[in-house]
Each structure stands twice: as structure tokens, then as C-alpha cells.
């Protein structure tokens, strides 16, 4: 029902908040369907991060959308056409929640009884991402850091000079908010380690982690001063952060490779497999999260940093 | 009546992915389109985690004694393109900032318009 929202409505503010509470909404939702690590970043990502981004990009563009002067009859005639396309497809789809179906017939089995075994992380979850499907979170990882590098290619020619005062992100004018929001920051840091070093037993990975450390520090930059954030973070550090992690990553690779096993096999780095593959695990997650922290923090300082439309 | 109660979940994603497809092809501010996509997007991993989903199951996290889980790999893609959307999604803002200094508008019309005048 948000989601009808979000396609009536014409100003563009209120449409990004209703897209945050969808966000939130949708987290619900795979918390029901046992998905809870998804749900975490979900929550962290699409409540917190993208909600920040887009508004940042409005108050750089405009808030008002015009009105639309397309024919409404041709899109919305492709959208039943493919809705109802998509339906008669579902007829042969196996019933919701039916432990018989092709789904669960393949892989996912052998994950669930033998993955606690070989790699002593009970998280199944967790053991799929960094350890056997680790070359997918390889790639993932390197598409996050190339969009990162390329947000700040693109910023940063309209990044505003030192001298240039009046920050639109900044929320420091709030007394009240900007002591709450101190008590917090501590919290969701430690919450973020939390995240990082419990991943391999509770929800969590350094996917999460990333992202929630990332908003708390995004959080700081909004209530204390885009300026302070951003002398504690310069983008050379960033960049060298962003890439350490993706080395880190690869770096275990290449480790793997000299000590006589398969590229990302963590068995061979410790004489017992399973203490391998919890290392592995380990360093890997590690690389993720900094990447991820990284690119998220530039990402933000980018948006903030660029000068206002004249 | 029972069909609808098997495939009730793939209904509303394929309801959720219709708006955010209409969105898309029929607005013409730019970062509407961007978040039409998003919603799309989001149907696509509901599409996915429930196709995880096991009656009776638990998340995917072993515990002692016997239990039944849900599927765990649709959670690790789901998961790992979450992440990848965000950032997908902060290149699309950061193009449409740039496009927004080249035209000074983020309506898809006028740019065309400026586009022919040239």
C-alpha cells in the first residue's frame, strides 16, 4: 500500500520518507520469512543509508516533481500486459513454504548438515557467503568498491571550497538532537563490532556491520558537523581504506593459492580444516566490512561536500 | 481458491514489482525513477526469500537437537545484492546530480527538449 503511495504522490520529500518506511516494512517481512540476516541489512540499508542519499541528492536538485505530460495508458497497458504474463507463469510454481519444492532439493541440504562440520560456523548463512560461494562475495565486494570510486570521480569537480560556509546536511543547530544523538553514537559503534566478530554465530557478517558502522559514523557527520567528519576521515584514508579491505580479501586468496590449496580454499591455512575455515571466515568478513564501512562513509561525505545549485 | 492460497506470496511480488515497473517507465523525474527501481528491486528479493521459506522452519542458524531450516543460500544472494543496490543506487544519484549541473533540470522531458534544441 506505501509502495501505491510512493507512485501517486508528486512531492518528491515525502515520497523519500514513505520509501523508508517501505524499507522498514519489507525488513519485517523477511524477518517473518527467517531471513534475519537480510532483514538486518535490510533495515540499515534501506531505512538508513539510501534514505540519507536520496534526500541529500534532492536538496541538491528540487523537490517538486512536474507534472508528467505522458500518455498514463501505454505504460500502465505494458505494466498489466507483464503482470498478468507473470502470474499465469506462477501457476507452475511450487506452493508457498512447501519443503518439497525444486528449491530446497539442491544444495541447500547438503549446506544445512555438513557446513557446522566443515567449517565450525553454525551460522549457515554466514558459511555459504565467505566460504563456499566466497568467489560471488568476491565480486560483490569489488562492485561496491568500483561504484564507491566512481561516486567520488563524479562529486568530486563539484566538491565546495573550505571557506564556503551553510552545509546541508547540517543538523548541529539542534541542541537536543545533537546530545541524544552523542549518548548513541558509542552504542551503535560497539552494536557494529558486535555485528563484525558475532557473525559467525548469531545474525551478522561484514555486511551489516558495515553498514550499521557506517551509519553511526553517518550519524555523527549529520548532528556534529559534516566538517569534523571529514577531518577524521580525508579521502586519501577513505580510498586506503576501501581498498585494504578488497586486498585483505583477495590477499587471503593468494594465501590460500601459495599454501598448495584452491584459490579461496580456506582448509590449508591452519593444520586443523576446520580452524582453516574459521580463519578464512574470519579475514575475509573483515575485508568485507572495511570495504563496505569505506565506501559507505565516502559515499556520504561526496553527497554532502558538493555545492549547492546557484 | 487453493491456488491462491499456494501462490498468494508471488502475487504480491509480482503487485509490487508492477508499481515499481510503472513507475519507471511512466514518470518523468529522475529520482523517481531511481526509487521505482528500488521498489522493483525489493520485489525481487521478497520474490527470492520466500521462495526460501519452509513451513515449519526456523532461521537458518544450527542449534542443538532437531530442527527444520529455511533455505539459507536465497539469503546469502539477497544479502549480499542489498548492499550492491545501495551502492548501485548512489551512483544513479550521483549521475543524476551531474546531469542536473549539465541541464539544470531532472525531468526526463526537458532534457530531451535540450537535447533537440542542440
Redesign the interface.
Known amino acids: 500500500m506505501v509502495?501505491?503511495a510512493?507512485?501517486v504522490m508528486r512531492d518528491?520529500f515525502a515520497?523519500?520518507m514513505l520509501?523508508g518506511i517501505?524499507?522498514l516494512l519489507?525488513a519485517g517481512?523477511?524477518v517473518s520469512?527467517?531471513?534475519?540476516?537480510?532483514a538486518f541489512?535490510?533495515a540499515a540499508?534501506?531505512a538508513g543509508?539510501?534514505t540519507i542519499?536520496?534526500l541529500?541528492?534532492?536538496a541538491?536538485?528540487?523537490r517538486e516533481?512536474?507534472k508528467?505530460?505522458?500518455s498514463?495508458f501505454l505504460?500502465?497497458l505494458?505494466?498489466?500486459v507483464?503482470?498478468a504474463t507473470?502470474?499465469y507463469g506462477?501457476?507452475d510454481?511450487p506452493?508457498?513454504?512447501?519443503?518439497q519444492?525444486p528449491?530446497?532439493q539442491h544444495?541447500?541440504p547438503r549446506?544445512?548438515d555438513q557446513?557446522?562440520q566443515e567449517t565450525g560456523v553454525?551460522?549457515?548463512?554466514t558459511a555459504?557467503?565467505a566460504s563456499y560461494?566466497s568467489y560471488?562475495?568476491m565480486g560483490?565486494v569489488t562492485?561496491?568498491f568500483t561504484?564507491?570510486i566512481?561516486?567520488m570521480l563524479?562529486?568530486s569537480a563539484?566538491r565546495h571550497r573550505e571557506d564556503e560556509a551553510g552545509n546541508l546536511n547540517d543538523l548541529s543547530h539542534h541542541p537536543v538532537l545533537k546530545y541524544v544523538a552523542r549518548l548513541m553514537i558509542p552504542f551503535i559503534l560497539l552494536f557494529a563490532l558486535y555485528v563484525q566478530f558475532h557473525g559467525d554465530?548469531?545474525?551478522g557478517?561484514g555486511?551489516?556491520a558495515?553498514?550499521i558502522f557506517a551509519a553511526g559514523f553517518i550519524l555523527y557527520g549529520l548532528v556534529v558537523g559534516i566538517d569534523k567528519t571529514r577531518s577524521m576521515f580525508s579521502d586519501s584514508v577513505l580510498r586506503w581504506l576501501m581498498a585494504s579491505g578488497l586486498l585483505l580479501y583477495i590477499g587471503v586468496g593468494v594465501v590460500t593459492l601459495l599454501l598448495g590449496g584452491e584459490f579461496l580454499n580456506y582448509n590449508v591455512l591452519a593444520a586443523d580444516q576446520v580452524k582453516g575455515q574459521h580463519w578464512g571466515i574470519f579475514l575475509v568478513e573483515l575485508g568485507v566490512g572495511i570495504t563496505?564501512t569505506a565506501?559507505?562513509i565516502a559515499?556520504f561525505l561526496?553527497?554532502s561536500e558538493?555545492r549547492r545549485?546557484e | 481458491m487453493s491456488t491462491f492460497i499456494d501462490l498468494y506470496n508471488y502475487w504480491i511480488f509480482i503487485f509490487l514489482m508492477m508499481i515499481g515497473f510503472y513507475i519507471v517507465i511512466a514518470q518523468g523525474n529522475l529520482v523517481k525513477k531511481i526509487i521505482g527501481l528500488n521498489i522493483f528491486q525489493t520485489a525481487v528479493f521478497l520474490l527470492y526469500i520466500s521462495m526460501g521459506k519452509v513451513k515449519g522452519g526456523t532461521a537458518p542458524i544450527i542449534v542443538a537437537g532437531d530442527a527444520s531450516y529455511s533455505n539459507p543460500l536465497p539469503h546469502v544472494l539477497i544479502l549480499t545484492a542489498i548492499v550492491v543496490g545501495v551502492a548501485t543506487t548512489a551512483l544513479a544519484m550521483a549521475l543524476i546530480i551531474r546531469i542536473r549541473k549539465a541541464y539544470g533540470t531532472i525531468e526526463e522531458q526537458d532534457i530531451h527538449e535540450q537535447d533537440a534544441s542542440l
Open positions: 509502495a501505491i510512493v507512485a518528491l515520497i523519500v520509501f517501505y524499507s519489507t517481512i523477511f520469512l527467517d531471513a534475519v540476516d537480510v541489512t535490510e540499508v534501506g543509508i539510501s542519499l536520496i541529500s541528492t534532492l541538491l536538485t528540487s516533481e512536474k508528467s505530460t505522458h498514463r505504460p500502465l505494458v505494466v498489466l507483464t503482470g507473470l502470474v506462477t501457476l510454481m506452493a508457498f513454504s512447501d519443503p519444492a528449491v530446497h544444495v541447500a549446506y544445512l557446513a557446522q553454525p551460522n549457515i548463512v555459504v557467503l560461494r560471488d562475495t560483490e562492485v561496491i561504484a564507491g566512481a561516486v563524479l562529486l563539484f554465530y548469531g545474525p557478517g555486511f551489516q558495515g553498514v563496505v565506501t559507505m559515499m561526496a553527497f558538493v545549485p
